[in-house]
């Protein structure tokens, strides 16, 4: 299966790969394997591990699985104001999807969200350096696996001792192309944790239920 998806539309182009034998990428991309269990090969000569992140270009891929490709993230410049005004009008804020007052002010800003099967992927720009999500360990589904994959610009996973904001004792860093490793246990558990800007930068989220 190849199928091109809409969500980051008209920003980001990504499209979903499913029992792919051979696909050509012909440009730079950022690939995701969405797979719990089976390895892509890249050339046939590198495997890119389960829930792993990577940027290519150039290249052939085996995908016994699901994938994505993220194409055009390379070309988006968080520092040029049109782009950014442009993102910000056309993805919904954390105020708008809430409601909430403590997310009037929030630089977060979401694109829709796709739903893949037992997937759901969408992209969140955060308008604004060193700008931490709410601090959480539980989810709407007790039994999902959360990732954040970077897009554009760099940005952490904070663990946390607490709700506190000052209790951070870990930090799993993020740069385009990357994912971080599970942060869940085998009885599915999360410690307090949340995601933080270190530049203004677009990630996206996937959750597998």
């Known amino acids: 299966m190849n199928q091109k998806l809409s969500f980051g539309e008209p ?83 954390n105020y708008q999807l809430t409601g909430l007052p403590q997310h009037k002010n929030s630089p977060y800003f979401k694109s829709p969200k796709e739903t893949l099967g037992n997937v759901a992927v969408n992209f969140c720009l955060v308008a604004d350096p060193d700008a931490p999500s709410g601090i959480h360990k539980e989810h709407a589904d007790p039994h999902v696996q959360e990732l954040h994959v970077q897009i554009v610009g760099e940005g952490a996973v904070d663990l946390m001792k607490s709700q506190n904001p000052d209790s951070r004792y870990a930090s799993l860093p993020l740069t385009a192309g990357s994912t971080h490793m599970a942060t869940w246990n085998k009885e599915g558990e999360y410690p307090w944790h949340r995601y933080r800007s270190v530049t203004p930068c677009i990630f996206m989220g996937v959750e597998i239920h």
Not at 28 to 33: Q, R, W
């Open 11 to 93: 920003f980001i182009e990504s499209r979903y790969l499913e029992a792919e034998e051979s696909f050509d990428v012909t440009n730079s991309a950022i690939l995701v394997n969405l797979d719990k269990e089976q390895d892509i090969m890249i050339n046939k000569e590198f495997a890119l591990g389960a829930l792993k992140a990577l940027e290519v270009h150039d290249v052939t891929i085996s995908v016994p699985g699901k994938a994505l490709l993220i194409v055009g993230a390379d070309t988006i410049q968080l520092n040029d104001r049109i782009t950014m005004k442009s993102l910000c009008d056309v993805w919904k804020s």
